[in-house]
């Protein structure tokens, strides 16, 4: 069984950066596909970013290319999300969450974090 915990989250104004980071314990991460996913108040959950086992595949919501990065440390057990240039539309929980296939599809991911509130205010 797959544990996840994600830290980073707080308060931070329009054009400003944040870096989640998301802890694994249990088995490795080294054969999982690995997701950054958000939830907006009253909006359904949609994915941000995903990355493949060996790091080789790698997909963004169109919403986020260009500002968010994804990033995993199969050594340390731990996945990244660097978010840069944020904008008040980015304000939501951010969930980490592991599975066997590479995709943006949250309903695919077996593993999920807690979730860390993102508000982007100024």
């Known amino acids: 069984q797959v544990q996840l915990v994600e830290s980073g989250g707080g308060t931070v104004q329009p054009g400003g950066s944040l870096r989640l980071s998301c802890v694994a314990s249990g088995p490795s991460l080294d054969d999982y596909a690995i997701g950054w996913f958000r939830q907006a108040p009253g909006k359904e959950r949609e994915g941000v970013s995903c990355l493949g086992s060996s790091g080789g595949r790698i997909y963004y919501a169109d919403s986020v290319k260009g500002r968010f990065t994804i990033s995993r440390d199969n050594a340390k057990n731990t996945l990244d999300l660097q978010m840069n240039g944020l904008k008040p539309e980015d304000t939501a929980v951010y969930y980490c969450?592991?599975?066997?296939?590479?995709?943006?599809?949250?309903?695919?991911?077996?593993?999920w974090g807690q979730g860390t509130q993102v508000t982007v205010s100024s």
């Open positions: 969450a592991a599975g066997t296939i590479v995709t943006m599809g949250g309903n695919s991911y077996k593993y």
